[in-house]
């Protein structure tokens, strides 16, 4: 198919063209000089204000008014650090150094604010008084802060104190289990602690229970009077009446006197349980001197009164030693109370101790015990001597020397009296160097001493000093008449005039109808020769050698 003829064309259209307007007038105009820029507003102080009142407030909000980001950054941080500082609040506070430059910060951060704030014109004139009066109602925020932390750190101060009284309690409770003595540096802290809380926190809970504490402390520390133990409470009361000085009366109140009561009370108990022995009986004399005007003190004197009675009937008993011994001390005690107010009691004591010295030798006798039996009654004789026993203890006493190197001679006490009836003759003769002296005990008790046998020498056997004795003469002598019976005799010689003589005893029957001669010699050798009838000589050097020769008639 053939395409379609094209259309017909038109020649194009021309829009008429305008016609050109008359060009106007020319007119005149004068000139004009350049436009002058708009004024920017003036530096607002209250915007100066505003950012130094909100740096202050530790936030930096001064330095975001001023869109100074990175400043209220640095305000940040600088906050932070004394929050991980400060918190959580401690007794001693924020370290001084860090208040004074966290403080020098924010006057610093203030005054840069408002530095810049007079630098930075403010366009809208009601934002800097909302700002002013923002930074103002922030302050408080600090000032808040500054008063909680404040009370914070008084709470930690009061819950350490509390710790503190907590502590020293417990050391007081501990301390009530043990002796004073052990315990005396516990109730030392402890008081410190007491005293502490007292004088440099007057105002805190832990000082408003101190009273409390000291009543409790005050019944510790005398546990053991109220537990009877009159002596162990001593050392504690007295320490106890020392605290006034240290602590103050008008602290202490009535616990100032509190403990003197009851230290008379312990002075007197343990004093009267202690008479008789070396110290016990001192703490009267201590009662009477620090509470004379006691009740305690009045007791003092019928206590060492009874003291001296009740002993004085145990000298009758099974230990009159003992007895004598407390007397003694009893007597010690009364003389060494104040104002003279044992006078007549130490006079009573030492009566008694009179009469127990010689019930103690005899019981010692009686026991075995003779050379404390000899030592007892020679000073009984030595001290009492217009007492009517003195002559009877020396007879004892030298019964007592004779047994203690004769047991025999101890079996019973000497007689009293020698028995009546005829004497015999027994001569004593000295034939050897030195004095000697001749105690002799048996029917009848006594002693003599025989001068030095002046030229008289040392044997060396027996034979050698029984052959001198028999042919020798003018010896010193003495004689004696005897009741018949059993005798023992101890002889001793002054060792001085010899050297390394021992006594010897012998003990010999003196019968009816006989006439007797004891000579005694020195025998120094090794070989010693027998000597008929004599009792108990032995083979040793250095013996007086006692040969009982008879002469008999």
């Keep these: ?64 008014l001023l869109k100074q980001w990175l400043l209220a950054a640095l305000c940040w941080a600088a906050t932070a650090a004394l929050l991980i500082v400060a918190l959580p609040a401690e007794v001693d506070g924020v370290p001084g150094g860090v208040l004074i430059g966290f403080v020098a910060f924010l006057l610093l951060a203030a005054a840069d604010g408002a530095r810049r704030a007079l630098r930075t014109h403010q366009s809208r004139p009601l934002r800097a008084p909302f700002a002013v009066g923002l930074g103002l109602a922030l302050l408080a925020v600090p000032a808040g802060g500054v008063v909680a932390y404040d009370a914070a750190r008084d709470q930690a101060v009061e819950s350490m104190l509390l710790d503190r009284l907590a502590k020293a309690d417990r050391l007081v409770t501990a301390s009530g289990s043990r002796s004073f003595d052990a315990a005396e540096d516990d109730y030392r802290s402890a008081l410190a602690i007491y005293r502490d809380l007292g004088d440099d926190h007057p105002g805190s809970k832990a000082a408003d229970r101190v009273p409390d504490r000291l009543t409790a402390y005050y019944k510790s520390v005398a ?66 001197r620090t509470f ?151 029917p009848t008790t006594g002693s003599l001493k025989l001068a030095s046998c002046v030229g008289c020498k040392t044997y060396t056997s027996k034979a050698k000093g ?47 109808g006989y006439r007797y001669t004891d000579c005694s010699y020195v025998v120094t050798g090794g070989g010693l020769g027998d000597l008929d009838g004599l009792d108990g000589l032995d083979g040793l050097d250095g013996l007086d050698g006692l040969d009982s020769l008879d002469g008999r008639t």
């Excluded at 320490?239 to 009851?262: E, F, I, Q, V």
């Design 223 to 288: 546990a053991p009077y109220d537990e009877r133990e009159y002596c162990d409470a001593l050392k504690p009361l007295e320490y106890l009446r020392t605290l006034p000085g240290s602590l103050g009366k008008d602290r202490l109140g009535s616990l100032a006197t509190w403990p003197d009561d009851r230290l008379a009370t312990s002075l007197y108990e343990c004093g009267s349980q202690g008479l008789g022995t070396t110290d016990g009986g001192g703490h009267l004399g201590r009662l009477l």
């Design 1 to 64: 198919m053939a395409p379609p003829p094209p259309p017909p064309t038109t020649p194009p259209y021309a829009p008429p063209l305008p016609t050109a307007a008359p060009a106007p007038a020319p007119t005149y105009s004068p000139p004009t000089s350049p436009t002058s820029p708009e004024p920017r507003p003036a530096p607002d102080p209250l915007q100066a204000l505003a950012a130094a009142l909100l740096n202050l407030t530790g936030v930096g909000l001064g330095y975001v």
């Design 292 to 442: 004379p005007g006691s009740d305690q003190a009045g007791k003092v004197e019928p206590a060492i009164r009874d003291a001296i009675d009740e002993r004085s009937s145990d000298l009758k008993g099974a230990e009159p030693c003992k007895a004598t011994d407390e007397l003694r001390n009893i007597g010690s005690t009364a003389k060494a109370l104040p104002d003279d107010a044992g006078d007549g009691l130490s006079g009573d004591a030492a009566s008694a101790v009179e009469s127990g010295t010689y019930a103690c030798g005899v019981d010692e006798f009686k026991d075995g015990k003779f050379g404390d039996a000899a030592k007892t009654l020679n000073d009984f004789a030595g001290t009492y001597k217009s007492n009517g026993k003195r002559d009877r203890a020396k007879d004892i006493a030298i019964a007592a020397e004779i047994a203690e190197a004769r047991p025999a001679a101890g079996r019973s006490l000497p007689p009293a009296k020698s028995p009546g009836g005829g004497k015999l003759t027994y001569v004593l003769e000295n034939g050897g160097p030195g004095p000697l002296e001749v105690l002799y005990t048996g």
């Design 466 to 512: 029984k052959k001198a004795c028999l042919a020798g003469s003018g010896y010193p002598s003495k004689t004696l008449h005897l009741p018949p019976g059993d005798y023992h005799f101890l002889y001793k010689r002054d060792a001085s005039s010899v050297g390394g003589v021992r006594n010897n005893t012998e003990g010999s029957k003196i019968q009816p």
